[in-house]
């Protein structure tokens, strides 16, 4: 007699949930596929048709315990086997057609096709491995019509879900394929007919479907859900791998661009082996060379001149690797043979610590370059004019200088010479010393001289300043003239130092005549001495100036003053405020020059109506004696 079956509707529902999980995970973990390359592709590949394949045959199984007859049903375990392995086997290769052969028609029919035939295989093959005592009929409308469904939803399931698309898209995709399986499976079912000739109640078991159900339902959602948070996973490594990816693209565009937009400058890379491997626009306009017919040449095509070491390296390469950069200047060649004088600078590039490459930037200079010659030329031509001009003013200086002595000692002469004649012998004396006085002066002004170009070696001595000061008082006066007063204020005891006095005797003489003419010849001239100290700030006041103790000597005057222009150059050879022929422009000059060889310091202050201060500091001579010296001193601070 035919029995008729049933079917729980917990499992009946249990089972549609599974094959649309199952369908949802299998056609996530495909996209996946899709986008993945080499064996993560593969790996995918099983991944889904495993999920597919056993979410297939969960839905099925679920479908078979959910049928319950008055006899006992067992399931043989080999044809259950084959019928998981059929699932998996032909729905992955379905999804691999899909995937390698891209999503055509034709390629979606044909896995269309296959996954149909795996779904149907699975089922019948299951259905085959049913042992129960009754005889099993399946109706072939009901089989006809399973397998056109099957077939239609899996092929409009794998269109959907293999175009671009969306969450929606693939939810539709998962429902229409598991509908499909759900469908193929029910109405198939449907159609058998089980004829028993007696009816046997089914025994007792240990574990009903209920509970097989439940055990096979978790183990599947434990596989479904691996493997959603699996593809999770992999979608954000690479959402994050592809915001980098155009982040990277963008700057790269960025860099680029900048790069090109910089026309002045060639900027381009070179391999380890200086081998060029990038060419910017500028790099064209600059050599002539477009950055095909450079790529992949060496550096030492277009620098002939590059110089290689001893291990056949280029020597620019391994300097900028050893010190961070590599600069020259020379004479380069464009492609059409014209010269240009290029500055180029090497940097090595380096990534996450190791070097991978050289970037090059070079300029064209050749109007800098035109331009320095030009001025080393004009310099060259200025130096020369500056050496003439200072040979007119001090042949000029002297000249006048040694006329005016001369005249002295020759006009005395010839008096001498008459006075001899005519027997007047105290009167001729007196000629010959005047005239002997002259030579001497002009003796002097040639020590001078001397001691101005340094040929002349100082003859120092250890002295007492105040008492050199003292001696030349009477000198002074009769150096400044009646229209000037004198005015002097000596410390009570000065410290010692080593130096030339005569030289010393000289600058003062120089400086006092200096401030006379300054005054034209009224107004007031004062001279001070002091024992100071200089400590590191003060010091900085003075030319070259640095700490210790000095014997300062001040001259200053009530003159015309000068101005910051003028006083800046008192100090140079040869220059002079005064009219022409009054002196030679050397008095300043050698008082510079005495004070540091001496090793001592000197400064000029000056305020234009009111008159000008000279200060020569002497450095202290310590003696043995001198530990015992109580002569006080005034420290100078900033």
Known sequence: MIVSASHPPVLVTLSVVMALLASYTALDLSARARESGGTMRAAWLATSAVVMGGGIWTMHFLGMLALQLPVAVEHDFLPTLFSLLSAVGLTGAAFAIVTFAGGSWVAIMAAGFVMTIGIVSMHYISMAGIIVDAQVIHGPTHIAFAVVAALVSCIVALW?????SDLKRRVGAAMMLGFAVSAMHYVAQSGVSFICNTVVEAPERLFGPEQLALVTVFGTLLILATGLGAAAVDRHVAAVAGREAVRLRESERQFRSLVDAVPDY??????????????????????????????????????????????????????ALRVGRFEEEGWRQRKDGSPFYAASVVFPVFEDGKLVGFSRIVRDVTRKHQAEI????????????????????????????FNNLLTIVLGNLEFAERGFEAKKYD????????????????????????????????????????????????????????????????????????????????????LAVNGKHAMDGRGLLSISTRNVTLDEVSCRQYLDGRPGEFVRICVSDTGAGMDSATLSKVFEPFFTTKGPGVGTGLGLSMVHGFVRQSEGLVRITSTVGEGTCVEILLPRHVQQSDAEQTAPALSIVA
């Open 160 to 164: 959907v879900a293999f175009r671009p």
């Open 266 to 319: 060639a900027i381009y890379m070179l391999d380890e082996a200086g081998v060029i491997v990038n060419w910017n626009a500028g790099a064209e306009a600059l050599f002539g060379y477009r950055a095909g017919d450079v790529l992949g040449r060496s550096i030492t095509e277009f620098h002939p001149d590059a110089r290689r070491t001893a291990e056949g390296g280029l020597a620019m390469l391994d300097e």
């Open 374 to 401: 030009c001025l080393e030329e004009t310099r060259a031509q200025l130096v020369q004019s500056q050496k003439v001009e200072a040979l007119g003013q001090l042949t000029g200086g002297i000249a006048h200088d």
């Open 427 to 510: 009167r001729a004396r007196k000629n010959v010393t005047q005239a002997l006085d002259g030579a001497q002066r002009a003796a002097a002004l040639t020590r001078r001289l001397l001691a101005f170009a340094r040929q002349e070696p100082l003859a120092p001595e250890v002295i007492e300043v105040n008492e050199l000061m003292l001696g030349m008082v009477e000198l002074l006066r009769q150096s400044i003239g009646s229209g000037i007063r004198l005015e002097t204020d000596f410390t009570s005891q000065s410290w010692s130092s080593l130096i030339d006095p005569s030289q010393l005797e000289n600058a003062i003489v120089n």
